[in-house]
């Protein structure tokens, strides 16, 4: 299944539509903005906070069900359903998204956090040794969430990308990792990162700017755009970074050397998936148990070669197993 091409109409074909759903969008920022300036004391209030934490601590079905649409926002996630979606449903969806969701975090929470410097509500128990503003789980839930809704264009999907990411704000809070306030600026950062990408991507689709650079100098820039933005003083530079720069190489090497059809029968997608996944979480969790990650070099390394599996090492086994074919057509 390829993509309907990514044109100036965002949400619908309908030009109508379109720009009632541009300015609707555009009010809802604005309102947000003006609700976060107005009641910034008391969306960071402590007292206000814990008692919406109080909820759920002494509940054990609710404190397991937000811990897990809490899940659904995490990078963690993202990274095996967008590599999912990339082995069995649409390159293209699944390789932009990789490349969205760690510059969405990593634009919209990261740098952001590091500069405003405000501290996690102190809830006992909870720990987490960064800082609060803006919620890098809602802008990155509003990001990817969004960006599917919107490339995908189906009504369930928008009802599903609204609902999930006010869960996963609500989870962030009840869990008492954030203030209601980070929750807001999550969702107006992500909102702004989101146009932003989607208008840029459009402007290089369009001027075909890819076309001028030789396959040498994609590969390099793909590697040293990320190498040069993980040296920024953001806690997770190294991290998101590294799943850019796997995902890039991956895929520029997957495209000229491979071109794997994403098809085929359910168990060959099934295969795909698990065997996907169980190499993954072996790169995460047990190369990152072995290589010291408070070394940034390490980090990036193990996080780029987590999404270089995902867009060139996995496609490649597939086809040497017979578990996907090569494209000959594109």
Same mark, same amino acid.
């Given at each position: 299944?390829?993509?309907?091409?990514?044109?100036?109409?965002?949400?619908?074909?309908?030009?109508?539509?379109?720009?009632?759903?541009?300015?609707?969008?555009?009010?809802?920022?604005?309102? /947000?903005?003006?609700?976060?300036?107005?009641?910034?004391?008391?969306?960071?209030? #402590?007292?206000?906070?814990?008692?919406?934490?109080?909820?759920?601590?002494?509940?054990?079905?609710?404190?397991?069900?937000?811990?897990?649409?809490?899940?659904?926002?995490?990078?963690?996630?993202?990274?095996?359903?967008?590599?999912?979606?990339?082995?069995?449903?649409?390159?293209? /969806?699944?390789?932009?998204?990789?490349?969205? $969701?760690?510059?969405?975090?990593?634009?919209?929470?990261?740098?952001?956090?590091?500069?405003?410097?405000?501290?996690?509500?102190?809830?006992?128990?909870?720990?987490?040794?960064?800082?609060?503003?803006?919620?890098?789980?809602?802008?990155?839930?509003?990001?990817?969430?969004?960006?599917?809704?919107? $490339?995908?264009?189906?009504?369930?999907?928008?009802?599903?990308?609204?609902?999930?990411?006010?869960?996963?704000?609500?989870?962030?809070?009840?869990?008492?990792?954030?203030?209601?306030?980070?929750?807001?600026?999550?969702?107006? #950062?992500?909102?702004?990162?989101?146009?932003?990408?989607?208008?840029?991507?459009?402007? $290089?689709?369009?001027?075909?700017?890819?076309?001028?650079?030789?396959?040498?100098?994609?590969?390099?820039?793909?590697?040293?755009?990320?190498?040069?933005?993980?040296?920024?003083?953001?806690?997770?530079?190294?991290?998101?970074?590294?799943?850019?720069?796997?995902?890039?190489?991956?895929?520029?090497?997957?495209?000229?050397?491979?071109?794997?059809?994403?098809?085929?029968?359910?168990?060959?997608?099934?295969?795909?998936? /698990?065997?996907?996944?169980?190499?993954?979480?072996?790169?995460?969790?047990?190369?990152?148990?072995? /290589?010291?990650?408070?070394?940034?070099?390490?980090?990036?390394?193990?996080?780029?070669?987590?999404?270089?599996?995902?867009?060139?090492?996995?496609?490649?086994?597939?086809?040497?197993?017979?578990?996907?074919?090569?494209?000959?057509?594109?």
């Amino acid at each position: 299944m390829e993509l309907p091409p990514l044109s100036g109409n965002i949400f619908s074909t309908n030009h109508k539509i379109e720009r009632v759903s541009r300015w609707f969008c555009l009010f809802f920022i604005v309102f /947000l903005s003006i609700i976060l300036y107005q009641f910034w004391y008391p969306l960071r209030d #402590t007292e206000f906070t814990y008692s919406i934490v109080s909820t759920t601590v002494y509940n054990p079905v609710l404190l397991y069900l937000f811990r897990v649409i809490t899940t659904l926002g995490s990078e963690g996630f993202f990274l095996v359903f967008l590599s999912a979606i990339y082995w069995s449903y649409n390159k293209s /969806l699944g390789f932009w998204g990789l490349i969205l $969701m760690p510059l969405a975090i990593f634009v919209t929470s990261e740098i952001p956090k590091d500069i405003i410097r405000l501290p996690r509500p102190d809830v006992r128990g909870i720990t987490v040794p960064t800082y609060t503003f803006p919620s890098g789980h809602t802008s990155g839930a509003v990001s990817v969430w969004g960006y599917m809704a919107i $490339m995908l264009k189906k009504r369930w999907l928008w009802i599903w990308a609204v609902v999930i990411v006010l869960l996963i704000g609500l989870s962030r809070v009840t869990l008492g990792y954030h203030y209601p306030g980070d929750v807001i600026g999550g969702i107006v #950062t992500g909102m702004v990162f989101l146009a932003i990408f989607l208008i840029t991507g459009i402007g $290089m689709i369009e001027s075909r700017i890819h076309e001028k650079f030789s396959f040498s100098m994609l590969i390099l820039l793909a590697l040293v755009i990320p190498i040069g933005l993980s040296l920024l003083p953001a806690t997770y530079a190294p991290n998101l970074m590294g799943y850019l720069a796997g995902a890039g190489v991956g895929r520029l090497l997957e495209k000229e050397k491979l071109n794997f059809d994403q098809g085929g029968h359910w168990y060959q997608h099934l295969a795909r998936s /698990l065997i996907g996944m169980f190499v993954i979480a072996l790169i995460i969790l047990e190369l990152g148990a072995i /290589l010291p990650t408070n070394i940034p070099v390490f980090t990036f390394t193990i996080h780029a070669l987590s999404t270089f599996w995902a867009t060139y090492l996995a496609p490649l086994i597939f086809v040497k197993t017979g578990l996907a074919q090569v494209n000959n057509y594109n």
